[in-house]
């Protein structure tokens, strides 16, 4: 399901929101894009699992066979590259044009509400944290892998579960059978999360990421509910789209 926009007010301008847009398109455009090698710049730039559990830079023989060996055969091809600062820098990588403006446009749609009740700051610690969440949970259950994780999706699947437990009655506008409807969001939201688990293990996308990403911002939303209402109420939200 491709969502077209929401019928959610905002209250103000989404500066944070329209931040991240900003940088991540910076990073495409004038980091990969300019790129000799982009492949080898998402390499030098991107979270590695294999990078994560062993503490150590791959190297060329874990690139060609595909497997993480906890030791180092040959000399790291990147050796100065730092593996804390890539599970963030990952977050604003992305694969292909068609890869980043899809992000984009479901962080535009789902972030600006978002953003409206955990406010700039908030909203900025939520996405970063989702998408180390989600990083965690695709490292989790691939530990071996030596295939980069790029993407926003992670962490706008965290901003995405917010909206669901703090919006769930707003109403998303989405093709069905090439018919533009509008749905509640929350229906919108579950058949999202339901379909990630009907990704084919071999097409590339980190699925799991995008489940883990999800849970923690339906989580962290649930937990600061009744603040981020009265934060919404006292900026005089219309709030049965929050009922």
């Excluded at 398109?25 to 990969?32: E, P, S």
């Excluded at 989790?140 to 030596?146: E, I």
Aim: glycine letters at 8%.
């Amino acid at each position: 399901m491709i969502p077209i926009r929401d019928q959610n007010p905002g209250l103000k301008t989404p500066i944070m929101t329209l931040v991240i847009i900003v940088a991540a398109l910076a990073v495409y455009f004038g980091i990969q894009t300019p790129s000799a090698r982009p492949d080898m710049t998402v390499i030098e730039l991107a979270t590695i699992p294999c990078e994560i559990v062993t503490g150590d830079p791959v190297d060329l023989v874990e690139l060609e066979t595909g497997q993480c060996f906890s030791e180092p055969i040959g000399a790291p091809l990147f050796p100065d590259k730092s593996i804390i600062a890539s599970l963030v820098v990952s977050i604003f990588l992305h694969g292909s044009l068609i890869h980043l403006f899809g992000n984009l446009w479901s962080l535009w749609i789902f972030g600006n509400n978002t953003e409206d009740a955990f406010g700039r700051t908030g909203f900025l610690a939520l996405y970063l944290a989702a998408g180390l969440a989600a990083t965690g949970a695709h490292v989790a259950l691939h530990p071996d892998s030596v295939i980069p994780v790029i993407g926003a999706s992670g962490a706008i699947s965290g901003v995405m579960g917010a909206y669901l437990v703090l919006f769930p009655h707003a109403r998303i506008t989405t093709w069905v059978v090439y018919i533009p409807m509008a749905i509640p969001a929350w229906i919108f939201l579950f058949i999202w999360f339901g379909s990630q688990f009907l990704i084919s293990a071999d097409s590339g996308i980190a699925w799991e990421a995008h489940v883990g990403g999800f849970v923690f911002g339906v989580l962290t939303a649930a937990v600061l509910r009744p603040r981020l209402i009265r934060r919404l109420r006292t900026h005089h939200f219309p709030l049965e789209f929050v009922r």
